[in-house]
């Protein structure tokens, strides 16, 4: 019998002996790399933090105590280990667990947490309230070191350091982010790294914080001895644990980035299983940029720690001092961004959808009030299923009503391109572009082509379809639609999501009854409000079809898809129904 098959809960572990704990350690590397490599998923981190997530289930008791992991996509063995080992185990449970930590599956997780840098914060809050209710359970926040770049880590850091109470901050040191470190910490912590934690610069001791280091991160015995000494610390402790990113796996320990997060794998060589082919956007955009440099335009590009989903490890080896990664933190990347904008330079910072709005102080303070030139590149935001941590559909409500902030919204190849062409040119404010989700379209731009006037693709009345970015393939299918219940209707792509074309939209009075908007986002504060509130109460009726205002959980793309009337079928019926009310 294999040990994983005697572990149902965290206790089970101290039936065991540390040598029997160690192949446990392997069982589970070995159900993690055969789930992952069919469903995909954190790779790397998971394989990293194995012994320790063991070692500290040993030591403590989940879940009187509490552990809170940052990001939480290194929670697979502490899932293992909590009661889910069968959705690590058995095919037709893969999907039984999110990969986050969430609390609707188990006791032993406490936040749904997919965004970095929150754990030390929110465990310095359960101490807090730990102490107010007099009990005695020992409090662990677990963060790694990229998540230490971002802002709110220190925040906490610095807040934790003069908390009278327990608190253990594990800090799991794997010398990588997502992609590889970037920022002046990191030269602390590999300082510490070589010195076994006796450098006298140590910038957790400089806050006031207690330390201790873990060279053998990877070792069972040597964590299990480390977490004893920290179970028994009165007041806020940092273990420093040296551990190994996508340990015992060979593909994953070659290219550390790309085994962050990975799609579907060969178990053999690590390839993927369907590899991307033919144009994609982040391609199209980096020749634009590479045209205007060539042209002199100062072009700086600036990430916060995701460069894989824009390819900018190409612009990096071309342009190494036109490139910059502030680590996990958007809200540098934003007020960097002004600073460099306002001395003259061309910023173009590329932003994941749901990862900006940690930024949103910087967009409306930063950038908005002092109407700076700089270029947002917003990549994913759609609809997403599944996971409320990196849910898509949020990024337009927060962008389309920061005043001085333009937010486009292409909807073909060319259309990005002369987007991006004209925001780089113009000097009156912050320009957002919303990277179209679907596969790469081409259509010819129109002769009198604008981006802050809507283009009308097809004349029609009756009806009138105004279609954001990705979705205008879906309006298109529901014109055909309409086509077959004898309505010829109008087929608009809008462009902008947030200074509407008045123009535009006055000239569909008189001949159209009804408008319908769709958006791959939520409804409140979104473009179909906007247009909807400009009719008011006219003869125009507004039908906005896009996403409800809430964090979706189970749910898969297509489910939500066809809840929010966005498939040709539903859409068509709502559009129908509508008109036979008027």
Known sequence: MSILATITSPADLRQHSIAELTTLAAEIRTALLTKLSATGGHVGPNLGDVELTIAWHYVFDSPHDKIVWDVSHQSYTHKILTGRKQAFLDPAHYHDVTGFTEPRESPHDWFTIGHTSTAVGLAAGLALARDAAKTTDHITAVVGDGALSGGL??????NAAVLNRQLLIVVNDNQWSIAENHGGLYQNLKLLRDTNGQAERNGFKALGLDYTYVAAG???????????AAKDCDHPLVLHVNTQKGRGFAPALADEEAFHWHAPFRLSDGQPLHPASGENYPDIILAALERQL????????INAAIPGGFHLKDWQAKH?????????AEQMSITLAAGMAKGGLRPVVFESATFLQRAYDQLSHDLG??????V?????GQITGGDPTHQADLDAGMLSNIPNLTYLTPTSKEELVAMLDWALGQPQGPIAIRIPSNA?????LAADWHPLRQHVIHHGEQVALLAIGSLLPLAEAVAAQLYQHGINATLIDPRNMNALDTTGLDQLRGFHQL??????NSLDGGFGQKVAAYFGTSDVAVLPLGAKREFTHDQTRQELLDAYQLTPERATAAILAALSHR
């Open 153 to 158: 880590a220190f925040e906490a850091l610095n």
């Open 218 to 228: 990877n070792d069972i015995a040597t964590l299990i001895q480390a977490f004893q």
């Open 294 to 301: 060539q042209a002199g335009t100062p072009i700086y590009t």
């Open 320 to 328: 190494p001092d036109r490139y910059l990664d502030v680590g996990i």
């Open 369 to 374: 009030i002092n109407a700076l030139p700089v």
């Open 376 to 380: 947002i590149l917003v990549r994913g």
């Open 440 to 444: 790469v379209q081409s259509a010819p």
């Open 515 to 520: 408008v319908v908007t769709f958006e791959e």
